[in-house]
Every structure is written in structure tokens, then in C-alpha cells.
């Protein structure tokens, strides 16, 4: 059994959420699916800020059942291609569709539960911790990728989000630059090859 070698994740994008739908890339004209297993999804989870390297160890150790592993990997591509029906229609500027967003709020309520606080303070203070009502691996996994899609879409302002200029390219990014002028995932790919093919069409009519 291969041991999951931990990929190559494209986090290019200023945004976990958007670095999600960044983990089907298009490499080598070849489209590439990043998340193959729970144990990419936990991998990826870690890599993108989502989780804290120890609770991506956590969700890792509690895929054993392969049924609920794949069911949960497939939650996460499902909501994944949500997002990208939202994240599409921004950039192109079209009606969002509802569905897509139908999803997301259905991800959402995985998220949802409530505070407990620990019976002694200690130095002085309660301690507290957060209890999900829903606690099985696909609420684990899921609801921190919706709560990372919400935060995108409501806590930041979403015309920011872009497409990488290169038509062959399907990577999105969050524009963070001072005037907004980002054109591609990445100027050490994307943006030297578009670079180079305008000069070669201004030199070569
Ligand atoms: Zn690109």
C-alpha cells in the first residue's frame, strides 16, 4: 500500500476556500484530480490553513471505516463543485445560481452546535470548547470547508475573486494586490507563457 505522498497543492489563491476549487487543476493540458482519498482531504485541509496540522492528524485517524471515507471525500467534491457554480457566476458576473448556494448553507448546518464550559476554573476562569451537534467524519471534514466558503463569499468582498487570464488555465485567485491589476494564478507560469505569446503574435503576424 502506497503511503499518501503529500501532494503538491496549489495554494496560489489568497483564500482557502478558493485554493479548494484549485485542487482540480489543469496541468500539462491534462485535467488532474488533487483529492483522491480522505487522507488528501486531510492533507489539503492542513496545507491551507483550514485545519491546524494536529486536527488534520485528528480527522486522518477517524476515516478507518472506507464507507464513510469515501462518502465523505465525495461530500467534499460535491460541495467543491457547488462552490465553483458560485464562484463562476461572480467572475462572469451571471445570476448566482440557487442550488449552488442551496448547498452551501446545507454544508453550513454541519457546522452548527454549541458552547460547553468545563466544570472548574482554572487561574481564575472557565474554559470553554465548542461541541458540534453533528460529530461524524463528514461533519468533521465538511463544516470547517463551509464555514472557509462563507467566510469567502460574506466576509470578503467577492468582486476580488478572479480567473486566471489564461484561457487554458482554470485556477482562481483573490486579487489582494494594491490596484487590483492580478491577471494570473501564478507570474512564474501563467503569466510568463501568456507573456510570451503576445510578444511572439506582436512579432510574428
Ligand atoms: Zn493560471
Not at 465548542?130 to 472557509?148: E, G, K, N
Request: aromatic share 6%; with cysteine.
Amino acid at each position: 500500500v502506497a503511503d499518501s505522498a503529500v501532494k503538491d497543492f496549489i495554494l496560489v489563491a489568497n483564500d482557502p476556500a478558493l485554493d479548494l476549487l484549485n485542487t482540480t487543476p489543469v496541468l500539462g493540458q491534462v485535467p488532474v484530480e488533487q483529492l483522491t482519498s480522505m487522507a488528501d482531504v486531510a492533507d489539503w485541509l492542513a496545507a491551507a490553513g483550514v485545519l491546524t496540522p494536529g486536527q488534520s492528524r485528528a480527522l486522518a485517524g477517524r476515516a478507518s471505516s472506507p464507507k464513510h471515507a469515501a462518502a465523505a471525500l465525495t461530500a467534499v467534491r460535491e460541495f467543491r463543485e457547488s462552490l465553483r457554480f458560485v464562484v463562476n457566476a461572480i467572475v462572469l458576473k451571471t445570476a448566482i445560481p440557487p442550488p449552488a448556494v442551496n448547498a452551501v448553507n446545507q454544508a453550513l448546518r454541519l457546522a452548527g452546535g454549541f458552547w460547553k464550559i468545563h466544570g472548574q476554573p482554572k487561574a481564575g476562569r472557565f474554559s470553554r470548547e465548542f461541541q458540534r451537534r453533528s460529530d461524524t467524519l463528514l461533519s468533521r471534514t465538511l463544516a470547517p470547508i463551509a464555514q472557509a466558503a462563507a467566510a469567502l463569499l460574506c466576509d470578503r468582498d467577492v468582486s476580488a475573486i478572479k480567473k486566471c487570464d489564461n484561457p487554458a488555465c482554470v485556477l482562481y485567485f483573490y486579487d489582494t494586490s494594491r490596484n487590483r491589476t492580478r491577471r494570473w494564478c501564478s507570474m512564474q507560469t501563467c503569466g510568463n507563457r501568456m507573456k510570451v505569446a503576445a510578444h511572439y503574435r506582436r512579432h510574428h503576424p
